[in-house]
């Protein structure tokens, strides 16, 4: 992957639209309040961890880096989409709140599901391509 100014822009025009979209699932979710389950940035992770597989997938199948697409959407888009700081701060919360089952649960449940969406994702592109 080249890093000459296209590839920057690229990141970050990805980028820009990314945390716009990621705003938005906070919007439309609820921001966490500290005591509950944190719906919003999980489910910008799990929709942005399965999304990054069909990307995976399809560069695989392409045998290629992804160039400028892959910086636009991968690094940019997808990277500010998802977010592991803000995924890092709500568990800690629900920790330092007592909810010590919720904060397990939503540590637990993010590592597995991104994983497992992921490999869906990339699964699914290999065998429609």
């Given at each position: 992957?080249?890093?000459?100014?296209?590839?920057?822009?690229?990141?970050?025009?990805?980028?820009?639209?990314g945390?716009?979209?990621?705003?938005?699932?906070?919007?439309?979710l609820?921001?966490?309040?500290?005591?509950?389950f944190?719906?919003?940035?999980?489910?910008?992770?799990?929709?942005?961890?399965?999304?990054?597989?069909?990307?995976?997938?399809?560069?695989?199948?392409?045998?290629?880096?992804?160039?400028?697409?892959?910086g636009?959407?991968?690094?940019?888009?997808?990277?500010?989409?998802?977010?592991?700081?803000?995924?890092?701060l709500?568990?800690?919360?629900?920790?330092?709140?007592?909810?010590?089952?919720?904060?397990?649960?939503y540590?637990?449940?993010?590592?597995?599901?991104?994983v497992?969406v992921?490999?869906?994702?990339?699964?699914?592109?290999?065998?429609?391509?």
């Amino acid at each position: 992957m080249s890093a000459g100014p296209l590839m920057w822009l690229a990141v970050g025009a990805g980028g820009a639209i990314g945390a716009c979209a990621r705003y938005a699932v906070t919007l439309a979710l609820g921001p966490h309040d500290g005591q509950t389950f944190p719906i919003a940035t999980f489910s910008a992770n799990v929709c942005g961890a399965f999304a990054m597989g069909l990307f995976a997938g399809f560069l695989a199948s392409r045998g290629g880096d992804g160039g400028l697409l892959r910086g636009f959407l991968g690094v940019g888009l997808l990277g500010a989409f998802t977010t592991y700081s803000t995924f890092s701060l709500e568990a800690f919360a629900l920790a330092e709140a007592g909810v010590l089952r919720l904060a397990g649960l939503y540590i637990f449940g993010t590592a597995v599901s991104t994983v497992l969406v992921f490999a869906a994702g990339a699964f699914l592109v290999k065998s429609i391509l």
